[in-house]
Structures are given as structure tokens and as C-alpha cells.
Nanobody, 125 residues
Framework: VQLQASGGGLVQAGGSLRLSCAAS????????MGWFRQAPGKEREFVAA????????YYTDSVKGRSTASRDSAKNTVYLQMNNLKPEDTAVYFC???????????????????WGQGTQVTVSS
């Protein structure tokens, strides 16, 4: 299984980025796909998830209204569109895939079986 995250970069506050997570070895529509981030000196935190099957999306409060998780089954890729970025969004962003997650549990990192390598997002003020 490989999850290849990309799309990070340096952006000014108020800007946008679209993160991608290309999967191989798992079918993204059959797994719960999560996005997490980790800032220097902080613990990894949940950002967003898109559920297996119907593709329902879930977000942490700090990105709700500014971010959209989506998937392209044909490309076996999930995305995280982030708008109106803030300096506090600066972190390494990871995608993850799991089957032990579910409604109310998407934010538990330990329930995801597979992780990508991360992509750096830096937002300057």
C-alpha cells in the first residue's frame, strides 16, 4: 500500500492549496480516508475525512467552511482543497486510509492502517 501526498507549498495568508493523495494498493472509495496535520512541537491532529461508500465528509472546526475533502475514484485519489489559509495551518499534512474508523471515529489517528509520507504546507503572514 502506498499513499503519496503532494500539493503542499509556501503560500501567503488568504491563499489556497489543493492537497492530493494518490493511493495504490487500496481503493479510496472502499476506505475511510483521513487528512491529518502535524505542526512543529505539536501532536498530529485530525483535519478532515471522507467516508468509504457514500463519501460523506467531516472536518475539524478550525478548517470547517474553508476546506473541502473530495475523491476521484477513477484516479484513486483523494483531495483536500484548503482556502483562506492562515499561518496556524502551517504543518506537515498526511493522508491516511483505514477500515476501523467510522462515524464519530474519523479523528482517531490510531484507527488508520496506512499513512502517506506527508506534504509541507507553510502559510506566511
Amino acid at each position: 500500500v502506498q499513499l503519496q501526498a503532494s500539493g503542499g507549498g509556501l503560500v501567503q495568508a488568504g491563499g489556497s492549496l489543493r492537497l492530493s493523495c494518490a493511493a495504490s494498493g487500496v481503493t479510496v472509495r472502499r476506505y475511510d480516508m483521513g487528512w491529518f496535520r502535524q505542526a512543529p512541537g505539536k501532536e498530529r491532529e485530525f483535519v478532515a475525512a471522507i467516508s468509504r461508500g457514500d463519501g460523506s465528509t467531516y472536518y475539524t472546526d478550525s478548517v470547517k467552511g474553508r476546506s473541502t475533502a473530495s475523491r476521484d475514484s477513477a484516479k484513486n485519489t483523494v483531495y483536500l482543497q484548503m482556502n483562506n489559509l492562515k499561518p496556524e495551518d502551517t504543518a506537515v499534512y498526511f493522508c491516511a486510509a483505514g477500515l476501523r474508523t467510522g462515524y464519530g471515529a474519523y479523528h482517531f489517528a490510531e484507527l488508520y492502517a496506512y499513512w502517506g509520507q506527508g506534504t509541507q504546507v507553510t502559510v506566511s503572514s
